[in-house]
Nanobody
Framework: QVQLVESGGGLVQPGGSLRLSCAAS????????MGWYRQAPGNQRDVVAV???????NYADSVKGRFTISRDNAKNTVYLQMNSLKPEDTAVYYC??????????????WGQGTQVTVSS
């Protein structure tokens, strides 16, 4: 199986920055898309940013120009650089990966989530 572990969340003031990291481990054969999703209490889980194995990216309109997703394929790690943070960005952020395990099929995997709080 594949395990995803997020780190880098915390409390930051409006206008500040955070960088989230997510490292994948396990019997990984390959990873296709990796992405970041977020969920505030009472809300659905929404996509924030996605990056393909080739480096193509897509962002939610609400974070375009402020967030940057990147990945290090050699380390099976995806990052989310978050700048100009707003209180509306407050949520639990989840890492996601479409991965194929050795001798298995492509499946969707999720991390445990990391809390990001933007507040004065």
């Amino acid at each position: 199986q594949v395990q995803l572990v997020e780190s880098g969340g915390g409390l930051v003031q409006p206008g500040g920055s955070l960088r989230l990291s997510c490292a994948a481990s396990g019997s990984i054969f390959s990873i296709n898309n990796m992405g970041w999703y977020r969920q505030a209490p009472g809300n659905q889980r929404d996509v924030v940013a996605v990056i393909t194995s080739g480096g193509s990216t897509n962002y939610a309109d609400s974070v375009k120009g402020r967030f940057t997703i990147s990945r290090d394929n050699a380390k099976n790690t995806v990052y989310l650089q978050m700048n100009s943070l707003k209180p509306e960005d407050t949520a639990v952020y989840y890492c996601n990966a479409d991965a194929k395990i050795r001798h298995g099929l492509i499946s969707d995997y999720w991390g445990q989530g990391t809390q990001v709080t933007v507040s004065s």
